[in-house]
Nanobody, 124 residues
Framework: QVQLVESGGGLVQAGGSLRLSCAAS????????MGWFRQPPGKAREFVAA????????YTADSVKGRFTISRDNAKNIVYLQMNSLKPEDTDVYYC?????????????????WGQGTQVSVSS
């Protein structure tokens, strides 16, 4: 069992930055692929970024490539999403998720555990 708690969301002006954190419980954190997703109001949840166990593989959605960076600290059981050059269209609820597998994956059904989400709002 893995419990995930996101933090770091908030209100920021366009062009600004935020760093989201996801703290995971459990001693097996390092055996989980971690991902970030986001959900606009009234729309489906979409993939943002994923990172493998040892951080040797990362994958970022085209919509945020070059602006968002995923990273993890297995010693602290935390995964991060650094978001730079934020745009109003990045306004969403952001979710952290864990998949018990090697490598990286994007489909939501592959992820076993989810956090409760954190709101990110970008003003123009």
């Amino acid at each position: 069992q893995v419990q995930l708690v996101e933090s770091g969301g908030g209100l920021v002006q366009a062009g600004g930055s935020l760093r989201l954190s996801c703290a995971a419980s459990g001693r097996t954190f390092r055996t989980y692929t971690m991902g970030w997703f986001r959900q606009p109001p009234g729309k489906a949840r979409e993939f943002v970024a994923a990172i493998s166990w040892t951080s040797d593989m990362t994958y970022t959605a085209d919509s945020v490539k070059g602006r968002f960076t995923i990273s993890r600290d297995n010693a602290k059981n935390i995964v991060y999403l650094q978001m730079n050059s934020l745009k109003p269209e990045d306004t969403d609820v952001y979710y952290c998720a864990a998949a018990h597998m090697k490598g990286i994956t994007t489909p939501q059904p592959k992820y076993d555990y989810w956090g409760q989400g954190t709101q990110v709002s970008v003003s123009s």
